[in-house]
C-alpha cells in the first residue's frame, strides 16, 4: 500500500474512534531488502585508496631516477676518456680510476633503486588490478537496488552528453583545425598501413639487398617511371641503377632504358654501399664506398658529388638497424625521401648510438642542413622513414609482421614511442624502406621481393 493512502486511513480511524490524542502510528512494510550502506562506504574507501597509490608523483619517482642515470652515464663515459689520456701507471691514473671508482658506486645505487621502485610499481598494479575487479563486483551489485533505473539513467545522459560534446567538437574541427598538420605534411597524421599493393619478385637472379621506388622530382615524361638497384656484390656494393618506364615492365622485369652505371667495375670510389638508397631530381643518394659521407650521382651528366657527414658518424656496418635475431649489415646511413626533398638518417658516436635526422640540401656539392637529435637507440630499430617532415622508424614483431613505433615531428620537435601501426611482411626481412611523396606508398625491398603498402593519413 502506498504511503500517501496510508496516512490518510490513519487519520480516518482515529476520528471515528473519536479518540482525545491526534496522534497515529501506523506499520510500514517492504518486499526491498535494506540498502547496504556499509557497502558502499567500503567501495569508496576502495576507489579512495586506489586514487592515492596510482597518482603522479609514483611516475615521477621512475622518472627522476631513470634521468639520474643518463645524465651519469655519459659522465661516467668522459672520466673513463680522462683516465685513458692520463694513465701513465702512477699518480695521475690511480685519481681518476678513484673518480671512476666512485661514479660506479653512485650508478649502481641509481640502479639498485630504480630495480626496487620497478619491483614496487609491479606490486602495486598487480594489487590495483585486483582492488578494481573486486569494486567492479560490488559496484554491479549495487546497481541491484536501483529498481527505479535512477543511476542507470543519470549514466546514460551523460554518455549521450559526452557523445554529443564530442559529436559538436569534431565538427568545429573540421571547419577550423586547432593545430597545424605535423612537420610539412598537408595530408594529416599517418594512421594507417594497407596493402601490400604491388608484392613480386625482383629481376631473375636478384640479391638479397637492394631498394627500389619512384622518383618524387621527375624530368618531364618520366612521371611514372620506376628504379631498382641492387646489390649485386657481397650483399654490400652495388654499382648502376635500373630503370622502367611503368609498374607492369618493373613486375615483368623489363627495364627498356636499362642501366644507367655509375661505374664499370664494383666496387670501387663512389659506388652504392647499403640498401638505403633513394632518387630524387634524376640524381641517386646513397652512402659512399667505404665513407662516412653521403653521394649523389647524377643520371644525366654521369657525376657524382658528396657530402660529408659530421665527425663521428659511424659507418662500414658499425651503425646498422638490427633486431634480436640479427642486423641489417651496412645500413649505417639510411636515405629518404619526402615532400621537401631529402634526407639522411644515421648516428654519431657523440650521441651514443641514438638516431640522428638531417636535412640534405641542393646544390653542387649538396650540403647538410637542419640537424635532429632523437633518443630513440638505432641498433633497436630495423628501418625508417620520412614522411611529411615526420621521421617514423620500424621494429622487428616476428617474421609476419613489423611495427610502426616511433615518430618524430620536425615542426614541433615532438618524440612519440607509441605510434602502434602494423605492417603485414610478406617476407622476414626489411632491407629497405622508402616513402614515395608522389602516390604515399611504402616501397619496400623484402628478401629479394619488392613490396609496396598505401599510407593513409588522418
Not at 596493402?195 to 636478384?206: D, K, N, Q
Not at 631498394?211 to 656494393?237: I, Q
Not at 614522411?387 to 616476428?398: E, F, K, S
Not at 622476414?428 to 616501397?443: C, E, K, T
Request: charged fraction near 20%.
Amino acid at each position: 500500500m502506498k504511503l500517501d493512502l496510508i496516512l490518510p486511513l490513519c487519520a480516518l480511524v482515529a476520528l471515528s474512534r473519536q479518540a482525545p490524542s491526534s496522534e497515529c502510528s501506523c506499520d510500514l512494510t517492504t518486499s526491498e531488502s535494506l540498502f547496504p550502506h556499509d557497502k558502499l562506504e567500503a567501495v569508496k574507501a576502495g576507489a579512495a585508496k586506489c586514487n592515492s597509490d596510482i597518482s603522479p608523483q609514483k611516475e615521477a619517482e621512475l622518472d627522476m631516477l631513470l634521468l639520474g642515470l643518463r645524465r651519469r652515464l655519459p659522465r661516467l663515459q668522459e672520466d673513463v676518456s680522462t683516465l685513458e689520456r692520463e694513465d701513465d701507471g702512477q699518480l695521475y691514473g690511480a685519481v681518476s680510476l678513484q673518480v671512476i671508482q666512485n661514479e660506479l658506486t653512485q650508478i649502481k645505487q641509481l640502479v639498485a633503486r630504480l630495480k626496487s621502485a620497478v619491483q614496487a610499481h609491479e606490486h602495486l598494479t598487480a594489487n590495483t588490478s585486483t582492488q578494481l575487479q573486486y569494486l567492479n563486483v560490488e559496484m554491479k551489485e549495487l546497481e541491484a537496488y536501483d529498481s527505479m533505473q535512477v543511476v542507470s539513467t543519470q549514466l546514460t545522459n551523460q554518455r549521450l552528453k559526452r557523445d554529443l560534446d564530442r559529436c559538436t567538437s569534431g565538427q568545429n574541427r573540421n571547419t577550423a583545425p586547432s593545430q597545424p598538420p605535423p612537420g610539412n605534411c598537408p595530408h594529416g597524421r599517418l594512421m594507417n598501413v594497407t596493402g601490400p599493393r604491388v608484392y613480386t619478385a625482383g629481376e631473375p637472379g636478384s640479391h638479397k639487398y637492394g631498394a627500389w621506388g619512384r622518383d618524387p622530382k621527375p624530368e618531364a615524361g618520366k612521371e611514372g617511371w620506376y628504379w631498382l638497384v641492387m646489390l649485386t656484390s657481397s650483399n654490400r656494393y652495388g654499382h648502376y641503377v635500373r630503370r622502367y618506364t611503368s609498374l607492369s615492365s618493373l613486375i615483368v622485369a623489363v627495364s627498356t632504358p636499362g642501366n644507367v652505371m655509375i661505374h664499370s667495375s664494383n666496387p670501387t670510389t663512389n659506388t652504392i654501399q647499403g640498401p638505403n638508397v633513394v632518387l630524387h631530381g634524376e640524381a641517386l643518394y646513397y652512402n659512399c664506398y667505404n665513407q662516412d659521407s653521403v653521394c649523389r650521382f647524377n643520371l644525366t651528366s654521369k657525376t657524382v658529388t658528396n657530402t660529408q657527414l659530421p665527425k663521428g658518424t659511424r659507418f662500414n656496418s658499425k651503425g646498422n638497424f638490427c633486431h634480436l635475431d640479427e642486423c641489417y649489415l651496412y645500413t649505417d646511413l639510411d636515405l629518404a625521401t619526402d615532400e621537401s626533398g631529402v634526407w639522411v638518417i644515421y648516428t654519431t658516436t657523440q650521441d651514443f648510438g641514438n638516431l640522428v635526422l638531417s636535412k640534405v640540401e641542393d646544390g653542387e656539392p649538396p650540403g647538410l642542413g637542419q640537424t635532429w637529435r632523437t633518443s630513440l637507440y638505432k641498433q633497436g630499430v630495423t628501418n625508417a622513414f620520412v614522411a611529411c617532415g615526420v621521421l617514423y622508424a620500424t621494429r622487428y614483431v616476428d617474421k609476419n609482421l613489423e611495427e610502426i613505433f616511433y615518430s618524430l615531428d620536425t615542426a614541433t620537435g615532438e618524440e612519440r614511442f607509441n605510434v602502434g601501426v602494423s605492417i603485414n611482411k610478406m617476407s622476414a626481412n626489411i632491407q629497405s624502406l622508402n616513402y614515395s611523396p608522389v602516390d604515399q606508398m611504402l616501397h619496400v625491398y623484402s628478401d629479394s621481393f619488392l613490396v609496396s603498402y598505401k599510407v593513409l593519413f588522418e
